[in-house]
């Protein structure tokens, strides 16, 4: 199987495991990724390479997303909270 086939986390979501083997890249580190060329008789970048850092890069964007949502969701959920929080104030000083 193909660096590019494997999923090192469940098609439906979930948390992607870290390690200190495999911190999480930071944007110097994209920008400042160089390949090397193809081994001798090709021209251009290893394939096998360039898949294996996008794949690299996209578990870490899911990882940001996923975190967003969550911060998203949370938020949503203190908001709601606040509100009837407030309405009960304003109809217990009615009183």
Avoid at 34 to 42: E, M, Q, V
Avoid at 80 to 91: H, Y
Wanted: glycine share 8%.
């Amino acid at each position: 199987m193909s660096v590019r086939n494997q999923r090192p986390f469940p098609e439906g979501g979930g948390t992607t495991y870290r390690s200190r083997a495999y911190p999480s890249l930071l944007p110097w580190q994209v920008r400042e990724r160089r390949f090397p060329p193809a081994r001798l008789g090709r021209r251009g970048l290893n394939p096998d390479e360039v898949y294996a850092f996008l794949d690299r890069v996209a578990i870490d964007m899911a990882a940001v997303y996923d975190a967003l949502a969550q911060s998203r969701r949370e938020t949503l959920r203190i908001k709601v909270a606040l509100r009837r929080w407030q309405s009960e104030q304003a109809e217990g000083g009615r009183r």
